[in-house]
């Protein structure tokens, strides 16, 4: 596969980097940015867009908007969430979730 690109946030007084394989949900929270791994979730100075434009579009899917998920990390979607591998549900828009489910179902038969 082809090499990703760390994802370098400001967290506190720190920064740090993330493989964007490692992020599950991406979350809008004011002008800051809630990024959400299997391991912990963080609170980044970073704004919302800013992040969202620096994760791949095949990989990343935008399902409200407030919320980014990265596809290899979704279980299942339902008619109002997105079900992550850990069980936490993420909202899903209903404008977005035409969008959501071809991302989805591509991502998994084109593989990544």
């Known amino acids: 596969g082809r090499q990703e690109k ?3 946030l400001t967290v506190g007084d720190q920064v740090v980097k993330l493989a964007p394989s490692e992020i599950l949900a991406v979350e809008a929270v004011g002008r800051h940015t809630r990024v959400t791994t299997r391991a912990e979730v963080l ?3 970073e704004a919302f867009g800013a992040v969202a434009e620096a ?3 095949d990989r990343f899917v935008r399902c ?4 980014l998920v990265g596809l290899f ?3 299942k979607l339902t008619r109002t969430d997105v079900i992550l591998d850990d069980g936490r549900a993420i ?3 209903r ?3 035409e969008a959501v489910r071809r991302a989805f ?3 998994y038969r084109e593989g990544d």
């Open 6 to 8: 760390p994802l370098l």
């Open 95 to 97: 404008r977005m979730a």
């Open 55 to 57: 994760l791949a579009p």
């Open 64 to 67: 409200h908007r407030s919320y």
């Open 73 to 75: 990390g979704v279980r």
């Open 105 to 107: 179902v591509r991502y």
């Open 91 to 93: 909202p899903l828009s």
């Open 43 to 45: 609170e980044a100075r």
